[in-house]
């Protein structure tokens, strides 16, 4: 598994499997614990495993969490997503860049996002499943969401959003999540 570190977001990390292929299909491992380690990060860290059925269009996000935050390893497993990472950590050296990835289940590549920075994506195939592995137990009351269509970000989704949560469509912008942060 090859690891390659993403400039744009300190500390963010890409985690690329070696898929074997032939008539069958493909099997590839997705997970591998020397190769999180060589990072320095903590694979027993990661204590939840979910997933997202996503269909062409759907826009999930931008979500982090309040608190000491929530690291997480993100994956495409089925189809193909457009994935943003936005750095909200004070101290970074990346602080308030957003990067941009595609992730689909043709290539498995994980991506890790630090806690501290948002995270959200969008379907780009009709249907799109979307692997996560997060380090803390998910407290609905440290949910932070901000707008996904903020002008501060101007993030370049490719598609129109077809479809989001209330909580996504009603998020606040990010100098209102900002404010919140400070007080």
Request: glycine share 6%; charged share 25%.
């Amino acid at each position: 598994m090859k690891v390659t570190e993403v400039p744009a977001i300190a500390g963010a990390y890409l985690f690329e499997p070696t898929p074997y292929a032939d008539e069958r299909g493909f099997f590839c491992r997705t997970f591998d614990a020397d190769a999180v380690r060589s990072v320095g990060l903590d694979p027993d860290a990661f204590v939840q495993d979910s997933v997202s059925r996503s269909v062409r269009g759907v826009l999930r996000g931008l979500h982090l969490r309040s608190g000491a935050g929530e690291a997480k390893l993100v994956r495409c497993s089925y189809g193909k997503v457009f994935d943003v990472v936005v750095d909200l950590r004070p101290h970074s050296p990346t602080h308030l860049r957003w990067a941009p990835f595609e992730l689909s289940g043709d290539t498995q590549v994980t991506l890790y996002v630090p806690a501290g920075c948002a995270h959200g994506f969008q379907a780009l195939t009709e249907t799109a499943d979307v692997s996560y592995r997060i380090d803390r137990p998910h407290d609905p009351a440290e949910d932070v969401t901000i707008a996904f269509d903020d002008p501060e970000l101007a993030i370049d989704w490719p598609l129109p959003a077809t479809s989001m949560s209330q909580r996504d469509r009603e998020a606040p912008s990010l100098a209102e999540v900002l404010k919140q942060k400070e007080s």
